[in-house]
């Protein structure tokens, strides 16, 4: 099964039946060309099935190009060395990767569990996150904006990542549509903001002056300086409990979705700002903590991933003699 719809190229296999969307492509080889090759080959030119990819709001590889794409076929015993050889390297790397990924999940574990311990001996009361903000919730467009080449970061779920907003790659729109959402919704350094639809309830803090503005699946929540820190509330959210109240009061279609009434709702666990600022300071420290370890972990995953591609590339090409290459 390939995917056409972007992300364009990524290849899944099976020998299962097998019900996928219109996004997607089944591939089922002809006698004589062994399945693992196969998908081994389309992996290996990812990057040419990408270039294929046209359309304006999202890439899509057509039908047509697809069928016209050429591959190289090999004799059988050739296929079946070089897949062998790829998969008993690429299993090594994918456990390495594995292994690394659950050194993340653990650590973000043990982060969770000191902000649920740290929170739950700061704070004395619940109250209605409403009545702890000094404006209304406001979200994004409810519509498609034009999107550009250059102009004003438009910022969706994507772009909340591991509780950070991320600008590396975003859709821009131009001054003048920023212009006029804004008149409903502009987010500003200090403000938090929670995703809605799709991904619910990853949380970011506004910590730039960069000038932005935001899609219909993310909130604005804008605390009252009078009786909520920003970084309080963005900690606060992240708990257990409170994604726990998310989870109960969402609702689901084709994606996951919060009202806005019901974000309204949530009952968040407060104190006085000098305990919240304690609070903060303690999370703070251990949240930069897990963040150079990740890192670190993540950029050894980058790499290993790499490496596993260019094996691929190298083997599939016939620049690697997989004959001549130590178990």
Not at 4 to 22: C, H, K, L, S
Not at 225 to 231: D, E, G, V
Request: glycine fraction near 6%.
């Amino acid at each position: 099964m390939l995917s056409t719809r972007a992300p364009i190229g990524y290849v899944a296999e099976t020998t299962a039946e097998t019900a996928f969307n219109q996004g997607c492509r089944g591939l089922v080889p002809v006698t004589g060309v062994d399945l693992h090759f196969f998908r081994y080959q389309l992996l290996a030119r990812r990057a040419d099935l990408v270039a294929l990819g046209q359309g304006s709001t999202f890439a899509e590889l057509a039908s047509d190009a697809l069928a016209a794409f050429k591959v190289a076929c090999p004799p059988p015993f050739e296929q079946r060395a070089i897949a062998g050889f790829l998969d008993a390297k690429t299993a090594r790397t994918d456990a390495l990767i594995g292994k690394k990924r659950r050194m993340i999940d653990m650590l973000v574990e043990r982060y969770a569990a000191l902000g649920e311990r740290t929170i739950g001996r700061a704070t004395d009361r619940r109250v209605r996150l409403s009545h702890l903000l000094r404006a209304k919730i406001c979200d994004g467009p409810h519509e498609t904006p034009e999107f550009l080449d250059e102009g004003v970061p438009f910022l969706s779920v994507d772009n909340v990542v591991d509780g950070e907003l991320r600008f590396e790659v975003t859709r821009k729109i131009s001054p003048e549509a920023h212009d006029r959402y804004s008149e409903k919704c502009l987010p500003q350094r200090g403000d938090v903001i929670i995703t809605k639809a799709a991904a619910i309830g990853r949380v970011a803090l506004v910590d730039t002056d960069i000038e932005f503005n935001i899609w219909s699946p993310l909130a604005v929540l804008r605390p009252d300086p009078r009786q909520l820190r920003s970084r309080f509330l963005y900690h606060v959210l992240r708990t257990r409990d409170v994604q726990d109240q998310i989870q109960l009061a969402a609702t689901s279609n084709t994606q996951q979705n919060i009202a806005m009434s019901d974000l309204a709702a949530l009952r968040i666990p407060v104190a006085g700002l000098e305990a919240q600022q304690h609070v903060e300071q303690t999370l703070n420290r251990a949240q930069e903590r897990l963040n150079v370890v990740r890192r670190a972990l993540e950029k050894q995953i980058h790499l290993l991933r790499e490496h596993r591609q260019a094996l691929i590339n190298a083997a599939v090409t016939g620049q690697l003699d997989v004959a001549k290459v130590p178990a």
